[in-house]
T-cell receptor, first 114, second 114 residues
Framework: ETGVTQSPTHLIKTRGQQVTLRCSSQ?????VSWYQQALGQGPQFIFQ???????GRGNFPPRFSGLQFPNYSSELNVNALELDDSALYLC?????????????FGNGTRLTVT | GESVGLHLPTLSVQEGDNSIINCAYS??????FIWYKQESGKGPQFIID?????DKRQGQRVTVLLNKTVKHLSLQIAATQPGDSAVYFC?????????????FGGGTRLMVKP
């Protein structure tokens, strides 16, 4: 069984640029969620995708957007990068959108904005 | 807003002793709770979960206790090993949310002394 994989592992961008992060779900999982984890803090929910549609969003501005593809892989796009966007971005997948299915996380993409 | 929090930011235990990590949650509507372990450079790893209709659940060397009266969650690790050293997060899922939109606490760092 293949776990959640994310790419790239590390990324450095300049303020104002745009970035795309990628995620492949764990085999058999059709729901993907994205979280932002600042250094020394717990992950914060960005949004979730189910059947290629966003079905929940946290307190993040519209410049954070995403996609889910028919094979359940996903992208997180961030436009107009700000210094505070520097964080570990985690992708998680689960089997369906039932609220009692545990999320399984990838190892994240470490984004640094300079 | 309501959030999950932790009482002890750092816990140091002797190898072989039992560890107890505590967590307070504030949303009485939360119906599902998960403990995650996060090692340096990795994403959160699922340890154990519990639903609100239970007060105890056991896994391999781990036990989660849920006290809904005082909104308290704890993770007990038996015979703590050096490999248990990591940051532990509790997370709650609100019953009103669709899907798995978790709110995480700030984490407790567990340090195991040989």
């Amino acid at each position: 069984e293949t776990g959640v994989t994310q790419s790239p592992t590390h990324l450095i961008k300049t303020r104002g640029q745009q970035v795309t992060l990628r995620c492949s779900s764990q085999s058999g999982h059709n729901t993907v969620s994205w979280y932002q984890q600042a250094l020394g803090q717990g992950p914060q929910f960005i949004f979730q995708y189910y059947r290629e549609e966003e079905n929940g969003r946290g307190n993040f501005p519209p410049r954070f957007s995403g996609l889910q593809f028919p094979n359940y892989s996903s992208e997180l796009n961030v436009n107009a990068l700000e210094l505070d966007d520097s964080a570990l971005y985690l992708c998680a997948s689960s089997a369906g959108q039932v609220s009692n299915s545990p999320l399984h996380f990838g190892n994240g993409t470490r984004l640094t904005v300079t | 807003g309501e959030s999950v929090g932790l009482h002890l930011p750092t816990l140091s235990v002797q190898e072989g002793d039992n560890s107890i990590i505590n967590c307070a949650y504030s949303n009485s509507a939360s119906d599902y709770f998960i403990w995650y372990k996060q090692e340096s450079g990795k994403g959160p790893q699922f340890i154990i979960d519990i639903r609100s209709n239970m007060d105890k659940r056991q896994g391999q060397r781990v036990t989660v206790l849920l006290n809904k009266t005082v909104k308290h969650l704890s993770l007990q690790i038996a015979a703590t090993q050096p490999g248990d050293s990591a940051v532990y997060f509790c997370a709650e899922n609100f019953a009103l949310n669709a899907g798995n939109m978790l709110t995480f606490g700030g984490g407790t760092r567990l340090m195991v002394k040989p």
